[in-house]
C-alpha cells in the first residue's frame, strides 16, 4: 500500500482521504487532523505542526496538494519533497 501525504484541511481534503482509501492507499492528512484543534490564532501550535508535515514527507509514497492556493507551509514541504524525489499531485486545475 502507497501512503499519500495530503495537503490541506478543507473538504476537498477530507475527500482525497476517501479517495485514498478507495484506491488501496493509506491517507496521511495532518492538516485535517490538527485543524480540529488548531487554530489559526496559536502560531506556535502552527508551526509544529507545519514541522511534523515535514518529518511526514519520509514516510510518504506522495504527496497530494488540495485547495485552490499553495501557502507558504505547503510550498515549504513541496519544496522538499521535490528534494525527496517524492510525487507531488496537484488535486485543483487552479493550481496548474
Known amino acids: 500500500m502507497n501512503t ?3 495537503l490541506g484541511s478543507g473538504a476537498e481534503a ?5 479517495e485514498a482509501l478507495r484506491n488501496d492507499s493509506i491517507p496521511n492528512a495532518p492538516e485535517v487532523f ?3 484543534f488548531i487554530g489559526n490564532d496559536d502560531p506556535e501550535l ?3 505542526a507545519r514541522e511534523i508535515m ?3 514527507l519520509v514516510y510518504a509514497d506522495e504527496i497530494r496538494v488540495t485547495g485552490c492556493e499553495i501557502s507558504e507551509d505547503h510550498a515549504e514541504v513541496i519544496r522538499k519533497a521535490k528534494k525527496l524525489n517524492k510525487p ?4 485543483n486545475a487552479y493550481l496548474q
Do not use: G
Open 4 to 6: 499519500i501525504l495530503i
Open 14 to 18: 477530507i475527500e482525497a482521504c476517501r
Open 34 to 36: 490538527y485543524a480540529t
Open 46 to 48: 502552527k508551526n509544529k
Open 54 to 56: 515535514i518529518d511526514e
Open 88 to 91: 507531488v499531485k496537484l488535486r
